[in-house]
């Protein structure tokens, strides 16, 4: 019995909670506490420090940490415990994360990139329960991956496995910020959907995002249609690729394009089904936690660290 | 101390090799016997089967095997122990293969797929020795892989992992017989490559390999060149969006089209990095141990099954 405390550095929003140990018993997930702020845009990486350390202190109330879970929006690494850096933040180049928590919190601390934080999650609390081998998939700002393989997170050699937004589908397609042509992220992720679709308009001057995209296709905007169903096209190519290779028992898909709607979800499971090979079996699954998903991952962390 | 019964089950060919359990601690491997035999065209499974009990326990000269691995050219499951099918020889369906051999020999065997078997014959005794994640694939008459993460082979939820042959990298790319367009497996294996130069050629009828492709490029022929390269890129992109998925330290490269000269190597070599992302850590290496691998490996497989 004691006390776990779930950080979850999410980029724009800073969130803690409190469970108890029996999570790993009951499978029941009862948060003691839950804060959440959000960073201000002039923010930085000692401002989100301190103001994560405040709201832990003020959740915890004076008891003790058993063991603390993270699980940082960006690069970092779960042997070193360093955050490589945050691509929406200031000042996290090669921060040691997991060694400033121990320091502040006299516990141990596990830190993860929040792709694999979710997967784990998932797999222990939420649509992944129960199989050996997945591959979690967020599809939001951008497309990032985790991997549980044999039960266990899956890193690789340098901790970059996961990248299924780098791997490429088309190589006529349209170039991404990577440097190539057609990866899946710059085909499926919100907002270059939308920087395609105001590109089509020719409305260089506004900005709307990857959802907005999905109600315009839903709305019968044939533009959107397409663009929404090009970026599910392209995902299904990457999970199919991805199952052939690995052949994972499940993908999960997480993240807000997941939102975009039946007809996405059908474009990205056929084309997933039809790019992998008829006997390599796997389903193409919903998140189940939602937005509490990095603090789930994050207690999910500390049992399986 | 005892006798390890190699056996590969190569398609065309059949070999058997005796070793010595001694290679588990010296990782020198000493044959001490070695004999291969090719099927006739008219062969079935039977006749395989008896043939390799034939030549193994003549090999064995009245000595007991302590164990057997076996190298099947084609898809075997390891956990069953039985032979899915065979490409190229007939009466292989459903085939307990583990079941007969363990009687013939009186002995634990383990089968898996050849290319599985030679990941793990590369890691254990060549290319891959000391390096814990990595792919290994072959580029011959078809494009197939096999992982080892962690020190131990990787096979996926229903046995299919390694089918790095079947992504598919350009989506306006020629026909392969799996039914999709732009597989690495249609635009990098020989016997397509071949195809596709006689095609341009309009020499339908004419048979040549994908080595006389290779041969023909080296000679100055700028179809048979644009050919080879374009297959070395879509290999490059395979093995770039594997690494951006897995992450592995090293990809071993073996099979007949990799002696297509340094130019195929680069092309592959920097293909692969710039589809990579600059910060997945990776290296490309050809295979060490030649025709073989297959037996290396399922000795391999017998202290790794």
């Known amino acids: 019995m004691g006390l776990i405390l779930a950080l979850d550095f999410g980029g724009t929003k800073l969130t803690a909670a409190v469970a108890d140990t029996a999570v790993y018993h009951t499978g029941e997930l009862i948060w003691q506490a839950h804060k959440r702020v959000y960073s201000p845009a002039d923010g930085d990486a000692h401002y989100d ?37 945050s691509h929406h933040v200031a000042g996290w180049e090669e921060m040691p994360l997991q060694q400033h928590l121990a320091d502040i919190f006299a516990a141990p601390v596990h830190i993860d990139n929040d792709a694999n934080v979710a997967a784990l999650g998932e797999w222990l609390f939420g649509a992944g329960q129960g199989v050996g081998d997945l591959l979690y998939i967020t599809v939001s700002t951008g497309v990032g991956g985790g991997w549980i393989l044999g039960g266990r997170t899956y890193r690789g050699h340098n901790g970059m496995a996961g990248e299924i937004g780098h791997t490429a589908v088309d190589p006529d397609g349209p170039l991404c910020l990577c440097g190539k042509q057609g990866c899946v992220e710059r085909l499926a992720s919100g907002p270059y959907m939308a920087a395609d679709w ?3 308009q020719h409305k260089g001057a506004m ?26 096209w392209a995902l299904g190519v990457g999970i199919g690729n991805a199952a052939n290779l690995m052949n994972p028992q499940r993908v999960i898909l997480g993240g807000g394009v997941t939102k975009a709607g039946e007809l996405w979800w059908e474009t990205v499971r056929q084309t997933a089904h039809q790019t992998a090979l008829p006997q390599v079996q796997f389903d193409i699954v919903p998140a189940a936690l939602g937005d509490d998903a990095p603090l789930w991952g994050a207690v999910a962390l500390v049992g399986n660290g």
Do not use: Y
Not at 66 to 83: E, I, M, W
């Open 49 to 85: 420090l301190v103001t994560m350390a405040a709201l832990a202190q003020e959740l915890l109330a004076g008891e003790r940490a058993t063991a603390v879970g993270v699980s940082f929006g960006g690069p970092a690494d779960f042997h070193t415990g360093l955050v490589r850096l």
């Open 198 to 200: 105001l590109a089509a």
């Open 207 to 232: 900005a709307i995002t990857g959802q907005e995209v999905a109600a315009l296709a839903a709305q019968g905007d044939e533009g959107a249609a397409r663009i929404l169903m090009r970026g599910a």
